[in-house]
C-alpha cells in the first residue's frame, strides 16, 4: 500500500489553518497558521511548506450551513481550490467542516501553542482521514 502524505487546509478571510497527516498511521498535525492580507493568501509560506512537506493531496474544509444554503465562503473557498490544483498540480479533496472550528475547544493546548485554525485543519484532515477506505 502506498503511504499518502495530506496537507489540510482550514480557509478563513483572515487566517487559513494547515495541518499535514499520512495514511500509515491515519494521524494529523496542526502546521501553522497562514495570514490572509487583501484576500491573498501569502502564498510565500504556502509554496514553503509544500516543499518542505510534499503532500501528495490535498484536502480543504468545506462549509455547510444547517439548512443546507450556501456558506457565505463558498466562492471563496472555490477559488482557493482552484489556485492549490493549478499551482501545485495535486488533487483535492473537500471535508465537510461544519463543527470543526467548535471542536477545537477539546484541544486547548495546541490551540494555544499553533493556533485555532491549523487546529481545525487538524481536525479536517483526521475527518478525511477517518473516511478513507483504503
Known amino acids: 500500500m502506498k503511504v499518502i502524505t495530506a496537507m489540510a487546509f482550514d480557509y478563513g478571510t483572515k487566517r487559513i489553518g494547515v495541518a499535514i497527516g499520512q495514511t500509515i498511521s491515519l494521524t494529523a498535525e496542526p502546521l501553522q497558521v497562514i495570514k490572509v492580507k487583501n484576500s491573498q493568501p501569502n502564498w510565500n509560506e504556502i509554496n514553503h511548506l509544500v516543499d518542505e512537506w510534499m503532500p501528495d493531496i490535498f484536502v480543504l474544509g468545506y462549509p455547510t450551513t444547517a439548512d443546507k444554503s450556501p456558506h457565505f465562503l463558498l466562492p471563496k473557498i472555490q477559488k482557493f481550490s482552484r489556485q492549490l490544483c493549478s499551482r501545485y498540480n495535486k488533487e483535492l479533496n473537500f471535508v465537510d467542516e461544519r463543527l ?25 484532515l483526521e475527518t478525511w482521514l477517518s473516511e478513507l477506505t483504503i
Open 100 to 124: 470543526s472550528s467548535h471542536a477545537t475547544v477539546d484541544y486547548t493546548s495546541e490551540v494555544r501553542r499553533i493556533g485555532l485554525d491549523a487546529v481545525a485543519a487538524k481536525l479536517i
